[in-house]
């Protein structure tokens, strides 16, 4: 039996395939490479290009494959850009995963683990953030996330498709070998951006708002490596695989960093000076965002490895020290 990732040659999705056939899963992945790269996907993977969104083409991936879950990170997740295409992000994000789950349905495949994000709860109330929590959404990417969950919810209830929903924190990180690493075009997370100029790809770290309501008036961020975020997937495949019922858990590691830290942490880590500047405020960033994740451990088991946020930027050095154009493919 396989298992289908949607979006494996991702940032997140490469990671969760590496460790996949490490474990010795069978795997089958699907991205149409408008952000991924062929080249992050393990050969042992058996690779089909095309949308998640074309169901004669997804069709044809079920009828090939023995698909007994579904992984799904296929997705568009810049806030700003959600801002200005609200559209493209229903659109990709949420009647893409319609399309899936329709397909899942014809095929009878009653199981998927979701990707889905801090960003549906908002503005929140109070951290760490429970899973109980309000979710309400100050961005159309986190809008089209929530629905995702909600869509999975009564799909549930109808076709009795059970999911896993996984609500990522700050994501970050490499394998350790530093063969695979993060390379969105165009990038706009914290840490690749400061190894970035950290590698002199760019002058210097702009740090969005030095006047939020923290200790050191920059935002505050929970940071998860990417292995461990993938090994948390394997373990939700394994609960559903268990005949468990759906169910939502936050993934981080219930400490925040601000983003002061993580430039003085990305110092200590590369041994450069990595020059930085306060910059305006990036609209739509909360003050901090904290996740609580003892349901995960309690409930899933899982054990992140990495507790320590020079060790996690280590790991990211490794690749964009080495790879400073990332897959050289685009
Ligand atoms: P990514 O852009 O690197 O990976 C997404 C992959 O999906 C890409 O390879 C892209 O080509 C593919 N894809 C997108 N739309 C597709 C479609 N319609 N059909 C087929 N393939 C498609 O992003 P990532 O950082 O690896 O994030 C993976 C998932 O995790 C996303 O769903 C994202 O919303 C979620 N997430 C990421 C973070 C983070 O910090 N990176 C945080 C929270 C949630
Ligand atoms: N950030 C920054 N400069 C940059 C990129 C990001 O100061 O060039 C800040 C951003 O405003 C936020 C934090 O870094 O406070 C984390 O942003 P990122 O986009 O990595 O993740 P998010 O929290 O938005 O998911």
């Given at each position: 039996?396989?298992?289908?990732v949607?979006?494996?040659?991702g940032?997140?999705g490469s990671?969760?395939?590496?460790?996949?056939?490490?474990?010795?899963?069978?795997?089958?992945v699907?991205?149409?490479?408008v952000?991924?790269?062929?080249?992050?996907v393990?050969?042992?993977?058996?690779?089909?290009?095309?949308?998640v969104?074309?169901?004669?083409?997804m069709?044809?991936?079920?009828r090939?494959e023995?698909?007994?879950?579904?992984?799904h990170?296929?997705?568009?997740?810049?806030?700003?850009?959600?801002?200005?295409?609200?559209?493209?992000?229903?659109d990709?994000?949420?009647?893409?995963?319609?399309?899936?789950?329709?397909?899942?349905?014809e095929f009878n495949?009653?199981?998927?683990?979701f990707s889905?994000?801090?960003?549906?709860?908002?503005?929140?109330?109070r951290?760490?953030i429970?899973?109980?929590?309000?979710?309400?959404?100050?961005?159309?990417?986190?809008?089209?996330?929530?629905?995702?969950?909600?869509?999975?919810?009564?799909?549930?209830?109808?076709?009795?498709?059970?999911?896993?929903?996984?609500?990522?924190?700050?994501?970050?990180?490499?394998?350790a070998?530093?063969?695979?690493?993060?390379?969105?075009?165009?990038?706009?997370?914290l840490?690749?951006?400061?190894?970035?100029?950290?590698?002199?790809?760019?002058?210097?770290?702009?740090?969005?708002g030095?006047?939020?309501d923290t200790?050191?008036?920059t935002?505050?961020?929970?940071y998860?490596?990417?292995?461990?975020?993938?090994?948390?997937?394997?373990?939700?495949?394994?609960?559903?695989?268990?005949?468990n019922?759906?169910?939502?858990?936050?993934?981080?590691?219930?400490?925040?960093?601000?983003?002061?830290?993580?430039l003085?942490?990305?110092?200590?880590?590369?041994?450069?000076?990595?020059p930085?500047?306060?910059?305006?405020?990036?609209?739509g960033?909360p003050?901090?965002?904290?996740?609580d994740?003892?349901?995960?451990?309690?409930?899933?088991g899982?054990?992140?490895?990495?507790?320590?946020?020079e060790?996690?930027?280590?790991?990211?050095?490794?690749?964009?020290?080495t790879h400073?154009?990332?897959?050289?493919?685009?």
């Amino acid at each position: 039996m396989t298992v289908l990732v949607l979006g494996g040659a991702g940032y997140i999705g490469s990671h969760m395939v590496d460790r996949l056939v490490d474990q010795g899963s069978d795997v089958a992945v699907v991205d149409n490479l408008v952000k991924g790269h062929r080249a992050a996907v393990r050969p042992e993977a058996r690779f089909y290009k095309g949308d998640v969104r074309d169901k004669d083409f997804m069709r044809s991936v079920f009828r090939q494959e023995d698909i007994e879950a579904v992984v799904h990170f296929a997705a568009f997740s810049i806030v700003p850009e959600s801002m200005q295409q609200p559209l493209d992000y229903f659109d990709n994000n949420t009647a893409g995963l319609i399309s899936v789950l329709e397909v899942m349905n014809e095929f009878n495949v009653k199981r998927i683990v979701f990707s889905s994000t801090a960003a549906t709860y908002g503005t929140p109330e109070r951290v760490p953030i429970k899973e109980t929590d309000k979710q309400e959404p100050i961005n159309p990417y986190g809008e089209s996330k929530l629905m995702m969950e909600k869509i999975m919810h009564w799909s549930d209830l109808a076709y009795g498709i059970k999911f896993v929903a996984l609500r990522y924190f700050n994501v970050a990180g490499a394998k350790a070998d530093g063969s695979i690493g993060e390379d969105h075009g165009p990038e706009t997370h914290l840490v690749p951006i400061v190894l970035q100029v950290a590698n002199g790809q760019r002058d210097k770290l702009k740090i969005f708002g030095s006047d939020y309501d923290t200790p050191d008036g920059t935002n505050v961020r929970d940071y998860v490596h990417v292995v461990d975020l993938a090994d948390a997937h394997i373990l939700a495949l394994k609960y559903l695989a268990a005949g468990n019922d759906s169910n939502a858990f936050n993934l981080g590691s219930a400490t925040g960093f601000s983003n002061r830290q993580i430039l003085e942490a990305a110092r200590k880590a590369t041994g450069k000076e990595i020059p930085a500047e306060d910059a305006p405020r990036r609209p739509g960033d909360p003050d901090t965002l904290i996740a609580d994740s003892s349901k995960a451990r309690k409930v899933l088991g899982w054990k992140p490895q990495y507790d320590d946020i020079e060790k996690i930027i280590a790991t990211a050095w490794k690749w964009h020290s080495t790879h400073p154009n990332g897959y050289n493919d685009k």
